[in-house]
């Protein structure tokens, strides 16, 4: 089994930062794909920022130029720094990992379970 644990969320002011933190543990043999999602209230919930295991990075547009994602391979973790806070980031964001369990075995995708960030103006 694997668990992803994200860590970091809180409140925050409008124009202020945050960073979360996202460690993947327990039956790893590789992982591909580290994303981080939100969920607004009301909301469906959206891609973030991804990272590919080569080092790739996307983000929403949203958020380009606000939030810088980084990933360390050797620790299975992955970080969101969020500046220049708005109130409409406010949402749960969760990490998620696209994971193979054993060699030449599928992929399977593992959902961290959340953490909340409030952005206050």
């Known amino acids: 089994q694997v668990q992803l644990v994200e860590s970091g969320g809180g409140l925050a002011q409008a124009g202020g930062s945050l960073r979360l933190s996202c460690a993947a543990s327990?039956?790893?043999?590789?992982?591909?794909?580290m994303n981080w999602y939100r969920q607004a209230p009301g909301k469906q919930r959206e891609l973030v920022a991804g990272?590919?295991?080569?080092?790739?990075?996307n983000y929403a547009d949203s958020v380009k130029g606000r939030f810088t994602a980084s990933r360390d391979n050797a620790k299975n973790t992955v970080d969101l720094l969020m500046n220049s806070l708005l109130p409409e980031d406010t949402a749960v964001y969760y990490c998620?990992?696209?994971?193979?369990?054993?060699?030449?075995?599928?992929?399977?995708?593992?959902w961290g379970q959340g953490t909340r960030v409030t952005v206050s103006s």
């Open positions: 998620n990992a696209h994971v193979m369990t054993r060699s030449s075995g599928p992929w399977y995708i593992y």
């Open positions: 327990g039956s790893i043999f590789s992982i591909n794909n």
């Open positions: 990272i590919t295991s080569g080092g790739s990075i």
